[in-house]
């Protein structure tokens, strides 16, 4: 009996010490300081992490106890902020999503750098228009959609009315996850409520007088939509400068320039801005680029030359 008494003891004891089972989830918000993990199950938990621990929403994670261990990305989308800082806001990704509004309107070359990072990402990029019901959003339809009809999926909405919205969420229920950005106030989580109305995000309100809006997300957060798919909220950020896109490579990737990239120029490293032989340049002047496309482009390309410089000096 004091054998079988003691084998009994021993087993419990082993159980004591046996760690938890690691269980793979994914990150479906950032709070700075925590993230929630959204298991297989539908459990979530939330886990400490520090300030800067690299984790975003999209990650895929194994948590043992309360570590967490980030397993390989297979995208990643990356911005760089108005103080030089590279942030990775994304991950796992499919889908860019630019959405913009009659009011208020983006910053110079924003759609177009964003659309360039989710090219050098390997994502699709989409642009959406909200806020189609205002008196003014005739014309910026058309405007938006003569510079970039055939170049992206458009998508042209009213988060008010729902006009549009439907067409939107075929695309996304793709089993497509999904990542929204924009300026603060172009109604992204308008938009998320009229396309998954249970979530009741916070609305905030836009100040024409100064042209802007009220940012009201202030966690990135994924979200499951009723008719499939995956859709990231984020805050609003004014810029978004690129990263790791060279001077040579900003062409490859820049909106409207495909048709160009066809070709070839006479130089391999070609800027397409005074060099002979430009394949560009050509193209400008026979009209199939349109003027302003270049006008941007080469303007993009300015802010990437004097990045370079900076950070050849600082070396």
Same mark, same amino acid.
Not at 249 to 257: N, S, V
């Given at each position: 009996m004091?054998i ?5 003891e021993?087993?419990r004891?082993k159980?004591? +010490? ?13 709070h700075?300081?925590?993230?929630d993990?959204?298991?297989?199950s ?9 300030k800067?621990?690299?984790?975003? =929403?999209?990650?895929d994670?194994?948590v ?7 397993l390989?990305?297979r995208?990643? #989308?990356r911005r760089?902020?108005?103080r030089?800082s590279i942030r990775?806001?994304?991950a796992n990704?499919d889908v860019?999503?630019v ?7 983006p *910053? ?5 750098? %964003?659309?360039?990072?989710?090219? %050098?990402a390997? #994502?699709?990029p ?10 003014? *959003?005739?014309?910026? =339809? ?5 510079t /970039?009809?055939?170049?992206?999926d ?6 008010v ?6 067409a939107l969420? #075929?695309f996304?229920g793709?089993?497509? $996850?999904s ?5 603060t106030?172009?109604g992204k ?6 396309? !998954?109305?249970?979530?009741d995000? $916070?609305v ?7 042209n $802007? ?6 966690? *990135?957060?994924?979200h499951s939509? @009723?008719?499939?798919?995956?859709? =990231?909220?984020? @805050?609003?950020? *004014?810029e978004f400068g ?6 040579e490579?900003? %062409?490859?990737? +820049?909106?409207? +320039?495909e048709?160009?990239?066809e070709?070839? !120029? ?6 397409h $801005?005074?060099?002979p ?8 002047v ?7 496309? /270049?006008?941007?482009?080469?303007g993009?390309l300015?802010?990437?030359e004097a990045g370079?410089a900076?950070?050849k000096s600082?070396?």
């Open positions: 004091k079988k008494k003691k084998g009994v021993g087993h004891e159980n004591f +010490f046996c760690s938890a089972p690691d269980r793979k989830g994914v990150i479906v918000a950032h700075g300081v925590a993230v993990i959204l298991f297989g539908g459990e979530r938990q939330m886990v400490q992490v520090k800067h621990s690299g984790h975003v =929403v999209g990650d994670v194994v043992r106890e309360k570590l967490l261990t980030r390989p990305r995208t990643e #989308l760089k902020d108005s030089g990775i806001i994304g990704l860019l999503g959405v913009v509004s009659p009011l208020p309107r *910053s110079f070359g924003y759609v177009d750098q %964003a659309i360039v990072a989710a090219r %050098a390997a #994502l699709i989409v642009l959406v228009i909200n806020k189609c019901d205002l008196e003014v *959003s005739e014309a910026v =339809v058309a405007e938006f959609t003569d /970039y009809a055939g170049i992206v458009i998508f042209v909405m009213s988060a009315t729902g006009e549009g919205i439907g969420e #075929l996304l793709q089993k497509f $996850r990542f929204f950005v924009g300026i106030g172009v989580s308008s938009l998320l409520n009229a396309i !998954c109305p249970t979530l995000l $916070r905030g309100k836009f100040y024409e007088a100064g $802007r809006g009220s940012n009201t997300t202030t966690v *990135s957060t994924l939509l @009723p008719g499939g798919g995956e859709l =990231v909220d984020t @805050p609003g950020f *004014s690129l990263v790791d896109i060279s001077a490579d900003l %062409a490859g990737y +820049f909106p409207g +320039f048709q160009a990239m070709g070839t !120029c006479h130089f391999r490293d070609c800027r $801005r005074t060099e032989g430009c394949a560009v340049a050509k193209l400008v026979s009209g199939s680029i349109p003027k302003e496309r /270049y006008s941007t482009y080469l993009i300015d802010q990437l370079e900076r950070f600082r070396r």
